[in-house]
C-alpha cells in the first residue's frame, strides 16, 4: 500500500504559465516533505521541502504547499520554462528504525511545451 | 555537488550470478541509502547505513545485502541475481541525521545511478 502517491504521472503545461504537481499521502506521523526533479540517466536533485509545522514554503519560481488535513501537498512552478521539463517526485520523511527514512511517490512526469 | 560516485554505471548479468554495486562519497556523511527505481513505485529504498558496520534494512530488503567497513564506501550485493531485480539503483547520502531534538531535517542527496540488467 504506496504511503505516498502521485496520481498524475504526466502533466504538460505551456512555457511561463503555471505548473501544479500534487502528492496525497496517508501516514500521519510524516512531519517533513521533499520535492525532487530527476532528469533521464541523472540522479534526483533536492528541489525544495516544507516542515509539518508549516503550511507554504518559497524558493524563487518554486512553491510548496501543505494541507495538513488533507494530508496533501502541492508544487507549484511559476513561471514555467522548457529547463523544468523534468520527472518531479514526492517524499515524505520520519523516523524509523536509526535514521529518518525517506518514502517517495511514483513521479510525475512534467513537459513545459515552448 | 556532494561528492557521490557509483560504480559501475551500467552492467548486464545473467540470473544466478553475485552482482556488487559501490557507492562513494568524499565528505565523509554519515548516513549512506541504496534505492531502486522502477517505473510506477518512485524510489523505493533497499538498506541505509548509519555508520561503519551499521547497517538496517529498508522497504525492499530482500534478495540484497549491504557493508559498510569504512565511511565513505557503501557496498549493495545481490547474492544471486533474479530478473526481478533488473531496475536502477541509486546511492543517497543525508548531511543530517534529521534525529536530535527538535530537528527533522533530512534532504538527502544522490549518486547518478546504477542501470543493471539481469537477464
Known amino acids: 500500500d504506496q504511503q505516498v502517491k502521485q496520481n498524475s504521472p504526466s502533466l504538460s503545461v505551456q512555457e511561463g504559465r503555471i505548473s501544479i504537481l500534487n502528492c496525497d499521502y496517508t501516514n500521519s506521523m510524516f512531519d517533513y516533505f521533499l520535492w525532487y526533479k530527476k532528469y533521464p540517466a541523472e540522479g534526483p536533485t533536492f528541489l525544495i521541502s516544507i516542515s509539518s509545522i508549516k503550511d507554504k514554503n518559497e524558493d524563487g519560481r518554486f512553491t510548496v504547499f501543505l494541507n495538513k488535513s488533507a494530508k496533501h501537498l502541492s508544487l507549484h512552478i511559476v513561471p514555467s520554462q522548457p529547463g523544468d521539463s523534468a520527472v518531479y517526485f514526492c517524499?515524505?520523511?520520519?523516523?524509523?528504525?536509526?535514521?529518518?527514512?525517506?518514502?517517495f511517490g511514483s513521479g510525475t512526469q512534467l513537459t513545459v511545451l515552448p | 555537488d556532494a561528492g557521490i560516485t557509483q560504480s559501475p554505471r551500467h552492467k548486464v548479468t545473467e540470473t544466478g550470478t553475485p552482482v556488487t554495486l559501490r557507492c562513494h562519497q568524499t565528505e565523509n556523511h554519515r548516513y549512506m541509502y541504496w534505492y531502486r527505481q522502477d517505473p510506477g513505485h518512485g524510489l523505493r529504498l533497499i538498506h541505509y547505513?548509519?555508520?561503519?558496520?551499521?547497517?538496517d534494512k529498508g522497504e525492499v530488503s530482500d534478495g540484497y545485502s549491504v557493508s559498510r567497513s569504512k565511511t565513505e564506501d557503501f557496498l549493495l550485493t545481490l547474492e544471486s541475481a533474479t530478473s526481478s531485480q533488473t531496475s536502477v539503483y541509486f546511492c543517497?547520502?543525508?548531511?543530517?541525521?534529521?534525529?536530535?531534538?527538535?530537528?527533522?531535517?533530512?534532504?538527502?542527496?544522490f549518486g547518478p545511478g546504477t542501470r543493471l540488467t539481469v537477464l
Open positions: 517524499a515524505a520523511s520520519l523516523l524509523s528504525g536509526s535514521a529518518r527514512q525517506l518514502t
Open positions: 543517497a547520502i543525508s548531511t543530517s541525521s534529521g534525529l536530535a531534538v527538535g530537528s527533522i531535517y533530512n534532504e538527502q542527496f
Open positions: 547505513s548509519y555508520g561503519v558496520k551499521d547497517t
